[in-house]
């Protein structure tokens, strides 16, 4: 696929966004993937459950310890990896599903979930909508998509 010029597209939209509306769509390497996925719901779907998962789990656990900076950052990263992990167990295995459901890599429902954290679940996700559609239309106008 397009992945180099996805997350370039990706890059730009998601700064120029960043500086006009001051919300972040879960990183900005994020929308460049998600904008290659956006007719795979199944994918979405499970990046989605395990970014939110991901966000749920590691706001339960800052409740019991002080959790900022960079080591919130990094446990976002490691739990959504270790979700990435259980889901891919439990879910993708058992049931044999195909790997066009499983989700979008180890670290990106990490990020999105730190997004989350930071700027609240659906200003991030309506963040995230945006720019991977705008990075899908661009793909498709410069003729590197269908």
Not at 13 to 25: C, D, K, N, P, T
Not at 50 to 56: D, E, F, G, N, P
Not at 129 to 144: D, F, H
Request: proline share 3%.
């Amino acid at each position: 696929m397009n992945l180099v010029e996805s997350i370039t597209i990706g890059l730009v939209f998601g700064f120029v966004f960043y500086e006009w509306i001051g919300l972040s769509a879960g990183g900005f390497v994020v929308p460049g993937y998600i904008a290659l996925q956006l007719t795979n719901l199944p994918v979405l779907a499970g990046t989605l459950t395990i970014s939110v998962l991901t966000y749920a789990s590691v706001k339960l656990f800052s409740r019991y310890t002080i959790l900022f900076g960079r080591r919130r950052f990094i446990l976002m990263v490691l739990v959504g990896f270790s979700w990435q992990w259980v889901f891919k167990l439990l879910v993708v295995q058992q049931f044999n599903l195909a790997s066009e459901t499983d989700s979008l890599g180890f670290i990106v429902p990490g990020l999105i979930a730190n997004e989350m954290d930071r700027q609240r679940v659906l200003p991030t996700l309506m963040a995230l909508l945006i720019i991977s559609v705008l990075v899908r239309l661009a793909l498709i106008g410069l003729g590197l998509l269908r």
